[in-house]
């Protein structure tokens, strides 16, 4: 899975609409986005912020030797399930 950013700023933007969204664009980042819309879960920071702190989450429980499929966006969503929901990962970094 290829993470696609703005070339230039580094950045990466929520589309608004991924029904139209080319699904060989999608990035790690817009997998999480589109699965976090479906809980109707509303970020209190933004859906950047949200995902990156699950991300780093994620690579410190692998780390530590928690068996998570990295590259599993639904594996991902079901380990955040099981470490109390999105809300815990809900704050700025």
């Given at each position: 899975?290829i993470?696609?950013?703005?070339?230039?700023?580094?950045?990466?933007?929520?589309?608004?609409?991924?029904?139209?969204?080319?699904?060989?664009?999608?990035c790690?980042?817009?997998?999480?986005?589109?699965?976090?819309?479906?809980?109707?879960?509303?970020?209190?920071?933004?859906?950047?912020?949200?995902?990156?702190?699950?991300?780093?989450?994620?690579?410190?429980?692998?780390?530590?030797?928690?068996?998570?499929?990295?590259?599993?966006?639904?594996?991902?969503?079901w380990?955040?399930?099981?470490?109390g929901?999105?809300?815990?990962?809900?704050?700025?970094?």
């Open positions: 899975m993470d696609v950013v703005d070339q230039w700023t580094g950045k990466w933007t929520e589309e608004k609409d991924y029904n139209i969204y080319p699904k060989e664009k999608w790690m980042y817009d997998y999480l986005a589109v699965l976090i819309r479906r809980e109707m879960y509303k970020p209190k920071t933004s859906m950047e912020n949200l995902i990156t702190i699950i991300l780093l989450a994620v690579d410190n429980a692998i780390e530590d030797g928690t068996d998570i499929i990295k590259e599993d966006p639904q594996d991902i969503i380990w955040v399930k099981e470490q929901g999105l809300s815990e990962f809900d704050y700025e970094a």
